[in-house]
């Protein structure tokens, strides 16, 4: 079995790579090599470092938890769209002229569907609660 910081880094990376669709928890542990009751201690411990975000989710019948990272890594692709990149008034843009990121519409635009690109993914960070992968854990902490 891995030791668990490994485990939390190893965990941490491979959600964070899920991006906004997430990761089922057991299959997470299930990608890892990790038992259920290990991967439950460390799905919490990154959620109360506040690294992730865990969803209660229904799967085939039983209560599960989604991983979401709480934040991403920037990447090229999240302005390659950008209007700004391929703008003929770019090199006169300026927040001072008449030409400004202030007052620009195609800017407001692309940053309002971002935001509606963002409210469209699952919502923020929800109560902590038992499911069966934590009662098994909080079972075996019990002997
Ligand atoms: S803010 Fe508007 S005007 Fe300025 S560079 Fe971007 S798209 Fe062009």
């Known amino acids: 079995m891995p030791k668990r910081n490994d485990l939390e880094q190893k965990a941490l990376h491979y959600v964070v790579n899920t991006g906004y669709q997430g990761v089922l928890q057991s299959d997470l542990w299930r990608e890892l090599g990790a038992s259920s009751r290990e991967g439950s201690r460390v799905s919490i411990k990154l959620e109360e470092k506040g690294l992730i975000r865990r969803e209660k989710e229904l799967q085939e019948g039983r209560w599960t938890y989604r991983l979401y990272p709480k934040r991403l890594p ?8 950008c209007p700004c ?6 090199a006169r843009c300026d927040p001072t002229t008449a030409i400004s990121p202030k007052s620009c519409p195609r800017l407001t635009d692309w940053i309002l569907g971002l935001v509606k690109e963002v409210l469209a993914t699952p919502e923020g960070p929800s109560e902590p609660s038992i499911t069966e992968d934590d009662s ?6 019990q002997k």
Do not use: F, K, Y
């Open 74 to 81: 920037t990447s090229i692709e999240t302005i390659v769209d």
């Open 136 to 141: 098994v854990a909080e079972g075996l902490d």
């Open 85 to 90: 990149l391929l703008c003929p008034d770019n």
